[in-house]
């Protein structure tokens, strides 16, 4: 029998070396290229095939050294040490610019006797900056196959494709590194070999290295500098150094990027474009997706059967799933923004700006990648905060990000700040896009504010530190994070649509029935909204949001949203459409003019900040809490977190309605 | 000032090339990174730009002008010399 010959490969390399790109050009397979330490946080893997050869890439998390100082860092030695070595090599990606760097890794990972192939990324920036590096002597030097490549323009691809096919990994001989003669009696003699077995005594895990008075973190630090030595010792005879130094790019930005003045105004100005891009640019597109799903509801409502399966299409399915696909556009440009940040290299300047001011708050400047991440989706931001070395912080960071405004919360904002806010503009901004930076905003310092009560909880021996490469700028692949921001929409759209499905058809059959009216009939069907299960059941909860300023269709809205907020849209989009009272228009018309049985309109200001408040704090993303969860891999904190937010976004919107109304 | 020849590099002038030289790191406090990233003894460097209220330092080194943010914490375990000093 045939086995699937299917080959597989690792990518492995610092973070920053074009390593994401490499992996892209690749593998036609839709994969995230970060610029900051560690956006690549768990293991990706894509195909290609090349001369009838399947091909499998495995993406490992980017890592200076064996030694881990972060989680993203511990999953990548963990592989490579204790792995199963069922794939073919290793093809290690080394930026020319920081080439001395990469080599201690690679040096490493050699001696732990994986098949390597080096790809030498990116040397026409070295030569710019004057510096030549000799293939040929780096090659021998190394005993590897050394090859180029420009990945951003597609060179050298073919020519790893062509390496790989024919197995042109090498296996080191000697090892780099000589284990220090007064540590050999340390090692295990059963270890597959010395620098294994070097390993296990340098990462403690050997029980018994302590009762040999061994410090482990001295022979780390012993092993990095004899191995940077032994690598100068390489580099003098490889590398030539040119007079001609020309400044680049990274340089000239720096001067205004990291300016202790202009570097905060620029990142404040970028988030403003975001949001005014995020409200306005989108508007267009909303319009059409509105007026193309009430042609669609209408067109429905005119050519199916009269019945209940006509109210369900019409009243039930499409008007919920047209409220969340409207959001589409909004989400699909903030993420489109921060991924072509992130691309660029200006994330990790941030960082660089922010650290000293979110210390105060226990957090890390890395926390404000998460945190600026989470204004898209708190789900992938909690990941980030794998590299987050110092327990705490992360631990801090995954608790307060699901603070910030993700655009899950954005279909909500939008609504209600169309309800209550005037179209009115102050030098030429609109009132509405002040209100939902306002929000974000609020966001922020709440999760600043929360993080700073919540450090004094938590224990961490461990001490913080910040150690951390700039990168230098990269020209975002616009194209590439378009196609990636379509796909994330796509996955929104989807997976949110799912379950706007079914909420909306259960919302819909507890709105078309209702309990019978006369002895002979089991239930009321057709019924009049306010006589429907789901107002029992809105109405059952009124006493409890009633001090909100919600009335029951707001409580329904609340209930269903616990399954994830912008459910909220869909949710009153179906009530508001099986309401027969009210007058035909858009939904929002139609919450516009909902009054009150005594008159006063549903949606006035209080009620409205009420309900913004509300979703602001309220911890409402089911899937968020399974990743915190999976993060923190702790019931204590993830239940912490879902009683302390919806605890404060109860006390908060109550306090507001009760001041406002 | 100019007289004392060995510094810190959280110490160290901005905008003027030192040179590291050790490490104070007798109790094992320093994290590892600081060594990992190339910020070796011999390493040439220069402090190009400091976060306000004391934040983090912006520092060039070696000959591939690598760029690094460390906070001062983190300066204070390198110990560094004056260039000038040791001869320009």
Same mark, same amino acid.
């Given at each position: 029998?045939?086995?699937?010959?299917?080959?597989?490969?690792?990518?492995?390399?610092?973070?920053?070396?074009?390593?994401?790109?490499?992996?892209?050009?690749?593998?036609?397979?839709?994969?995230?290229?970060?610029?900051?330490?560690?956006?690549?946080?768990?293991?990706?893997?894509?195909?290609?095939?090349?001369?009838?050869?399947?091909?499998?890439?495995?993406?490992?998390?980017?890592?200076?050294?064996?030694?881990?100082?972060?989680?993203?860092?511990?999953?990548?030695?963990?592989?490579?040490?204790?792995?199963?070595?069922?794939?073919?090599?290793?093809?290690?990606?080394?930026?020319?610019?920081?080439?001395?760097?990469?080599?201690?890794?690679?040096?490493?990972?050699?001696?732990?006797?994986?098949?390597?192939?080096?790809?030498?990324?990116?040397?026409?920036?070295?030569?710019?900056?004057?510096?030549?590096?000799?293939?040929?002597?780096?090659?021998?030097?190394?005993?590897?196959?050394?090859?180029?490549?420009?990945?951003?323009?597609?060179?050298?691809?073919?020519?790893?494709?062509?390496?790989?096919?024919?197995?042109?990994?090498?296996?080191?001989?000697?090892?780099?590194?000589?284990?220090?003669?007064?540590?050999?009696?340390?090692?295990?003699?059963?270890?597959?070999?010395?620098?294994?077995?070097?390993?296990?005594?340098?990462?403690?895990?050997?029980?018994?290295?302590?009762?040999?008075?061994?410090?482990?973190?001295?022979?780390?630090?012993?092993?990095?500098?004899?191995?940077?030595?032994?690598?100068?010792?390489?580099?003098?005879?490889?590398?030539?150094?040119?007079?001609?130094?020309?400044?680049?790019?990274?340089?000239?930005?720096?001067?205004?990027?990291?300016?202790?003045?202009?570097?905060?105004?620029?990142?404040?100005?970028?988030?403003?474009?975001?949001?005014?891009?995020?409200?306005?640019?989108?508007?267009?597109?909303?319009?059409?997706?509105?007026?193309?799903?009430?042609?669609?509801?209408?067109?429905?409502?005119?050519?199916?059967?009269?019945?209940?399966?006509?109210?369900?299409?019409?009243?039930?399915?499409?008007?919920?799933?047209?409220?969340?696909?409207?959001?589409?556009?909004?989400?699909?440009?903030?993420?489109?923004?921060?991924?072509?940040?992130?691309?660029?290299?200006?994330?990790?300047?941030?960082?660089?700006?922010?650290?000293?001011?979110?210390?105060?708050?226990?957090?890390?400047?890395?926390?404000?990648?998460?945190?600026?991440?989470?204004?898209?989706?708190?789900?992938?931001?909690?990941?980030?905060?794998?590299?987050?070395?110092?327990?705490?912080?992360?631990?801090?960071?995954?608790?307060?990000?699901?603070?910030?405004?993700?655009?899950?919360?954005?279909?909500?904002?939008?609504?209600?700040?169309?309800?209550?806010?005037?179209?009115?503009?102050?030098?030429?901004?609109?009132?509405?896009?002040?209100?939902?930076?306002?929000?974000?905003?609020?966001?922020?310092?709440?999760?600043?504010?929360?993080?700073?009560?919540?450090?004094?909880?938590?224990?961490?021996?461990?001490?913080?530190?910040?150690?951390?490469?700039?990168?230098?700028?990269?020209?975002? =692949?616009?194209?590439? @994070?378009?196609?990636?921001?379509? %796909? *994330? $929409?796509? /996955?929104?759209?989807?997976?949110?649509? !799912?379950?706007?499905?079914?909420?909306?058809?259960?919302?819909?059959?507890?709105?078309?029935?209702?309990?019978?009216?006369?002895?002979?009939?089991?239930?009321?069907?057709?019924?009049?909204?306010?006589?429907?299960?789901?107002?029992?059941?809105?109405?059952?909860?009124?006493?409890?949001?009633?001090?909100?300023?919600?009335?029951?269709?707001?409580?329904?809205?609340?209930?269903?949203?616990?399954?994830?907020?912008?459910?909220?849209?869909?949710?009153?989009?179906? =009530?508001?459409?099986? @309401?027969?009272?009210?007058?035909? %228009? *858009? $939904?929002? /018309?139609?919450?516009?003019?909902?009054? !009150?049985?005594?008159?006063?309109?549903?949606?006035?200001?209080?009620?409205?900040?009420?309900?913004?408040?509300?979703?602001?704090?309220?911890?409402?993303?089911?899937?968020?809490?399974?990743?915190?969860?999976?993060?923190?891999?702790?019931?204590?904190?993830?239940?912490?977190?879902?009683?302390?937010?919806?605890?404060?976004?109860?006390?908060?919107?109550?306090?507001?309605?009760?001041?406002?109304? | 000032?100019?007289?004392?020849?060995?510094?810190?590099?959280?110490?160290?002038?901005?905008?003027?090339?030192?040179?590291?030289?050790?490490?104070?790191?007798?109790?094992?406090?320093?994290?590892?990174?600081?060594?990992?990233?190339?910020?070796?003894?011999?390493?040439?460097?220069?402090?190009?730009?400091?976060?306000?209220?004391?934040?983090?330092?912006?520092?060039?080194?070696?000959?591939?002008?690598?760029?690094?943010?460390?906070?001062?914490?983190?300066?204070?375990?390198?110990?560094?010399?004056?260039?000038?000093?040791?001869?320009?």
């Amino acid at each position: 029998m045939q086995e699937n010959n299917k080959k597989q490969i690792l990518l492995v390399g610092n973070p920053n070396v074009g390593k994401s790109t490499v992996f892209n050009a690749l593998s036609n397979k839709k994969q995230k290229t970060g610029n900051y330490a560690g956006v690549t946080v768990s293991s990706h893997s894509g195909n290609y095939s090349y001369k009838n050869e399947e091909v499998e890439i495995v993406d490992l998390p980017g890592s200076y050294s064996i030694y881990p100082s972060s989680e993203d860092e511990a999953i990548f030695s963990k592989f490579l040490i204790d792995g199963q070595k069922d794939y073919s090599g290793v093809v290690y990606i080394l930026e020319a610019l920081s080439i001395k760097r990469g080599l201690l890794l690679f040096q490493q990972i050699q001696d732990l006797g994986i098949p390597m192939i080096l790809v030498l990324n990116q040397i026409d920036q070295a030569e710019r900056r004057g510096i030549h590096i000799d293939i040929e002597k780096l090659s021998k030097a190394l005993n590897i196959k050394v090859i180029q490549t420009n990945a951003k323009e597609q060179i050298g691809i073919e020519a790893i494709k062509e390496a790989v096919f024919s197995n042109d990994f090498v296996t080191s001989e000697k090892p780099s590194f000589d284990i220090p003669a007064e540590h050999k009696n340390l090692l295990d003699k059963n270890a597959e070999n010395d620098y294994q077995a070097w390993i296990n005594v340098t990462l403690e895990k050997n029980s018994d290295s302590a009762s040999k008075n061994i410090v482990p973190k001295r022979l780390q630090v012993k092993e990095t500098v004899r191995r940077y030595q032994n690598v100068d010792k390489i580099l003098a005879d490889v590398i030539t150094k040119k007079a001609q130094f020309k400044e680049l790019l990274t340089e000239k930005l720096d001067k205004v990027l990291v300016h202790k003045f202009w570097g905060y105004i620029v990142f404040m100005f970028i988030l403003l474009i975001i949001f005014q891009c995020v409200y306005f640019l989108a508007e267009y597109p909303m319009n059409w997706i509105d007026e193309a799903f009430a042609w669609l509801s209408q067109f429905a409502g005119e050519h199916l059967p009269e019945g209940p399966i006509n109210s369900l299409v019409s009243q039930g399915i499409v008007p919920g799933l047209g409220g969340i696909i409207i959001f589409a556009p909004q989400i699909g440009i903030l993420l489109y923004f921060l991924y072509l940040l992130e691309d660029s290299g200006y994330m990790a300047r941030v960082v660089f700006l922010m650290d000293r001011l979110l210390r105060p708050f226990g957090l890390n400047g890395k926390s404000i990648v998460p945190l600026v991440s989470g204004t898209a989706c708190a789900i992938p931001a909690v990941i980030s905060t794998r590299n987050i070395e110092n327990l705490k912080e992360r631990l801090l960071t995954i608790l307060v990000t699901p603070f910030m405004t993700c655009s899950a919360r954005l279909p909500v904002y939008s609504i209600i700040i169309g309800l209550i806010i005037s179209d009115k503009t102050i030098f030429g901004i609109q009132y509405k896009a002040l209100v939902l930076l306002g929000m974000y905003l609020l966001g922020f310092f709440v999760a600043l504010l929360s993080a700073a009560i919540l450090k004094n909880f938590i224990k961490e021996d461990n001490k913080t530190y910040l150690v951390m490469d700039l990168p230098t700028y990269k020209k975002p =692949l616009f194209g590439y @994070d378009f196609k990636l921001v379509l %796909g *994330k $929409v796509w /996955d929104f759209i989807t997976g949110a649509g !799912k379950i706007i499905f079914i909420v909306s058809i259960i919302i819909w059959v507890l709105s078309y029935f209702g309990p019978k009216q006369n002895p002979d009939e089991m239930v009321a069907t057709d019924v009049h909204l306010d006589h429907s299960y789901l107002a029992k059941m809105g109405k059952a909860i009124e006493p409890a949001i009633a001090p909100l300023g919600y009335d029951w269709k707001m409580g329904v809205g609340i209930l269903t949203s616990f399954v994830a907020r912008e459910v909220f849209v869909g949710t009153m989009s179906t =009530l508001y459409s099986l @309401d027969d009272d009210a007058p035909e %228009g *858009k $939904v929002i /018309d139609k919450m516009r003019h909902d009054v !009150k049985p005594n008159g006063e309109k549903v949606f006035n200001f209080a009620t409205g900040v009420s309900v913004l408040l509300f979703y602001a704090f309220a911890m409402q993303c089911v899937s968020t809490l399974a990743v915190v969860y999976r993060e923190t891999k702790s019931w204590k904190w993830t239940g912490f977190q879902v009683v302390m937010m919806t605890g404060l976004a109860y006390f908060v919107s109550l306090i507001a309605y009760q001041i406002l109304k | 000032m100019k007289d004392i020849q060995l510094h810190t590099l959280s110490s160290f002038p901005k905008n003027k090339i030192g040179k590291i030289v050790d490490y104070d790191n007798d109790n094992l406090n320093m994290p590892t990174k600081i060594i990992e990233m190339g910020l070796l003894p011999e390493t040439l460097f220069k402090i190009l730009y400091q976060a306000p209220f004391n934040g983090p330092l912006y520092v060039e080194f070696g000959d591939e002008k690598s760029r690094i943010a460390l906070r001062k914490e983190e300066g204070d375990f390198i110990i560094v010399e004056d260039l000038i000093n040791a001869g320009k």
